[in-house]
């Protein structure tokens, strides 16, 4: 009966010797086979601890698991390869200290749940971060910034002439043209800096560990340069400006959505004088 179960079982007893065992279990476990090792729970957990990526924690959660005598308990551990298992383990509850540990292959459960993390995180369009991912990013650069001598830059764009762009063109014309502008902005930012789709067809480029202010005035002119650049979509050479406010701070106390704020008004203060980031430094 066990060896016709599609997931690898055991149940070890309370010694921690292995009373019986399936042959998923067995196909389980890395060379050599069971029948080489000493058939004891130890033996099993050094046999995992060459496929899956933290054996010392795996260790510790099954030998608490084994001490809940009332309850099942399920340990989900990652594999060397990317995938995952998930260990039920639950006692037999014959009053001699015996468990059932069952294994199986959740990879694709893994998959699923990193899937909708990251679409929860991430913008449909430009699979940039979302506003939400960008404001973690930025509250652990900041709380980096505490511990050392270097400021964050916040570069807020907003582009000019879209709307005009999505009700001549249409909306999948002006889509295309998004995506455009968030390709050019990975490329032209720093290894480590973030760029975000903040919102419509607002982008926020985060800059960590600065070494000084005079660092981000340029490379927002250089975004701005960027942006403006013509654009070939859907057969139509298209272009679009950009206002573009930045910040620096250097104080690792600031409350992130107020950092934004200043950038956003920076922005808008520059959008007001009908300055763009791809003719004129923006301010600080």
């Known amino acids: 009966m066990l060896d016709d179960l599609p997931f690898a079982v055991i149940v070890v007893e309370r010694d921690g010797g292995l009373a ?16 080489w090792l000493r058939r004891d729970l130890a033996s099993v957990v050094g046999a995992l601890a060459r496929i899956i990526v933290d054996p010392d924690a795996f260790e510790r959660a099954l030998s608490e698991a084994l001490e809940k005598p009332d309850e099942a308990s399920e340990i989900e551990v990652t594999r060397l390869d990317g995938g995952a298992l998930a260990v ?13 540990i069952c294994l199986r292959d959740a990879s694709g459960e893994l998959r699923a749940r990193r899937e909708l993390e990251h679409r929860a995180l991430h913008d449909p369009l430009t699979k940039l971060p979302n506003r939400e991912l960008l404001l973690d990013r930025l509250s ?20 000019d002439g879209f709307k005009k762009i999505n009700d001549e063109h249409g909306h999948s014309v002006g889509d295309e043209l998004l ?10 930012v720093r290894e480590g800096d973030t760029v975000a789709r903040y919102a419509g067809d607002e982008f926020v480029v ?30 139509q050479m298209l272009t679009v400006g950009a206002s573009i406010g930045v910040v620096v701070e250097g104080d690792p106390a600031t409350d992130p959505e107020a950092l ?15 300055e763009r980031g791809s003719n004129e430094a923006p301010g600080g």
């Open 179 to 188: 995506v455009s502008v968030a390709q050019r902005l990975q490329r032209e």
């Open 20 to 35: 019986l065992w399936n042959d998923e279990f067995e196909a389980l476990l890395p060379a050599p086979p069971l029948g």
């Open 88 to 100: 039920e383990v639950a006692s037999l509850g014959l009053g001699e200290g015996a468990h059932i």
């Open 140 to 159: 652990v650069a900041l709380s980096r910034r505490g511990r050392q001598d270097t400021a964050v830059g916040v570069i807020f764009i907003d582009l």
């Open 260 to 274: 934004l704020a200043r950038a956003d008004a920076e922005m808008y203060r520059h959008k007001r004088r009908g």
């Open 206 to 235: 985060l800059c960590e560990d600065l070494a000084n202010e005079r660092i981000a005035g340029p490379l927002g002119r250089r975004l701005g340069a960027s942006i403006a650049r013509p654009v070939t979509v859907g057969g």
